[in-house]
């Protein structure tokens, strides 16, 4: 079989399982590497976010395959899901955005590997810039909030990329490109409360981003309005304020609900192997089983806002 036939098969057998994908060819990995250094280099990357986001970036670099040649970017179409804790006998509904839930990955990856194995190949997960990936493969476009949207699913999915020693039979790498719908909007811009996106231009303020705080462990800065707070982790301000997202801002799915003495043992700080078998299966179903040590704090805060 043709390499092109085998990475059209592939793009037909995610398309059947409602995910979206491409391929770049892994020079431009490389090329990222370079101009991530650079950034890095002139202090245009803040150290804080340097620090939370990119020191596990692993440009062109596994494990599991020598000579990688090409990268797969695969989109999954993800809800936000709705945890429901039990406080005062009263049921507090709390959100997560998409992107956060991995229960896909693993259909993805066996996937991927099953098809490439076939024709000798193989694929491996790669800790990349996944938005930037993304859009420079056409797959995406960015937004003026810097969150890559895609057409049909908006921000309301997931990106992966995966390492393969599959040669590239097309290489979809091209420039940057916006969407066209934010070229006289501010919709975004409005509505972020910190002020971290920017009325023009496509780079947002990382570090004054709500997501940036509730994702790290020290206590919110003084200048944050505890009113601002709306997600148990992530923000969705500007995703739900986004004209694209218009006719998918309201996909919420339910899913686990924690009762009254779960939620207690979870506000106290409870370390994980001192919590109930049950209460660790639902932390692990929502992918917060490492994220115990923001998780009471940042409930504290939903907690507090008024109905």
């Known amino acids: 079989m043709k390499i092109s036939d085998t990475i059209d098969r592939i793009y037909a057998r995610l398309e059947s399982r409602g995910y979206r994908s491409t391929m770049v060819s892994i020079d431009h990995v490389h090329q990222m590497q370079s101009r991530f250094e650079t950034e890095l280099s002139n202090g245009l990357i803040n150290p804080e976010v340097r620090r939370a986001y990119l020191t596990n970036m692993s440009f062109s670099k596994s494990d599991n395959i020598a000579d990688p040649r090409s990268v797969i970017i695969v989109a999954e179409p993800q809800p936000s899901i709705e945890v429901i804790f039990t406080v005062n006998c009263n049921k507090l509904p709390t959100i997560i955005p998409p992107t956060y839930l991995h229960s896909n990955d693993a259909e993805v990856e066996n996937m991927l590997t099953g ?29 003026k909030n810097n969150i890559a949207y895609i057409s049909g699913l908006g921000s309301y999915h997931r990106l992966l990329a995966f390492y ?23 919709a975004c811009t409005k509505k972020c409360p910190t002020g971290a996106i920017s009325a023009d231009g496509f780079r947002i303020q990382a570090e004054r981003c709500l997501t940036f705080f509730n994702e790290q462990t020290p206590d919110f800065p003084d200048w944050i309005d505890p009113s601002w707070h709306h997600c148990l982790v992530g923000c969705l301000h500007c995703q739900k304020a986004c004209p694209v997202n218009k006719d998918i801002k309201d996909w919420i799915q339910p899913s686990v609900e924690f ?49």
Do not use: F
């Not at 990936?133 to 476009?141: M, P, T």
């Open 115 to 143: 098809l490439l194995n076939q024709q000798g190949y193989t694929a491996a997960r790669a800790i990349l810039p996944v938005k930037l990936l993304a859009v420079h493969s056409g797959l995406a476009k960015y937004g």
């Open 164 to 186: 393969t020693d599959c040669p590239c039979p097309e290489d979809n790498w091209g420039d940057l490109q916006a969407l066209d719908e934010c070229r006289d909007c501010q």
């Open 259 to 307: 009762s009254q003495e779960e939620t207690a043992l979870l506000l106290k700080g409870t370390a994980l192997d001192d919590l109930p078998v049950e209460t660790t299966k639902k932390l692990k179903q929502i992918y917060l089983d490492d994220s115990l040590d923001i998780l009471p704090r940042n409930l504290n805060q939903l907690m507090q806002k008024p109905e």
